[in-house]
């Protein structure tokens, strides 16, 4: 059974910092693009971060470009995302969210939208607050 579990995340104070780990199990991630989502109360889920299946390409929202990074250690079989400087409005369920390789070309892509993937993570609760 594919499953991905997220963890990381927790209560911190503005400015402060957090890495989100996506887990994968029953699958191998090789061959997968990873997406990290959010979903505040009253909001739409909305993009964070991608990277492709070979590591090579990423993705960020505007909203996060400087502040958050996103890695992948397929030996570890896990993505991470790292958050740096957050801010209230970071205040979420993150979600990660895996999608397999279409072809030889898509090693080098990943998906900012959240309809390409088809395996999702239960999500982990980020709270900034002071």
């Known amino acids: 059974q594919l499953q991905l579990v997220e963890s990381g995340g927790g209560l911190v104070q503005p400015g402060g910092s957090l890495r989100l780990s996506c887990v994968a199990s029953?699958?191998?991630?090789?061959?997968?693009?990873i997406g990290w989502f959010r979903q505040a109360p009253g909001k739409e889920r909305e993009g964070v971060s991608c990277?492709?299946?070979?590591?090579?390409?990423?993705n960020y929202a505007d909203s996060v470009k400087g502040r958050f990074t996103i890695s992948r250690d397929n030996a570890k079989n896990t993505v991470y995302l790292q958050m740096n400087s957050l801010k209230p409005e970071d205040t979420a369920v993150y979600y990660c969210a895996a999608e397999p390789d279409r072809s030889y070309t898509s090693r080098y892509e990943c998906y900012a939208d959240p309809g390409p993937y088809s395996n999702w993570g239960q999500g982990t609760q980020v709270t900034v607050s002071s």
């Open positions: 029953g699958f191998t991630l090789d061959f997968y693009a």
């Open positions: 990277i492709s299946s070979s590591g090579g390409s990423t």
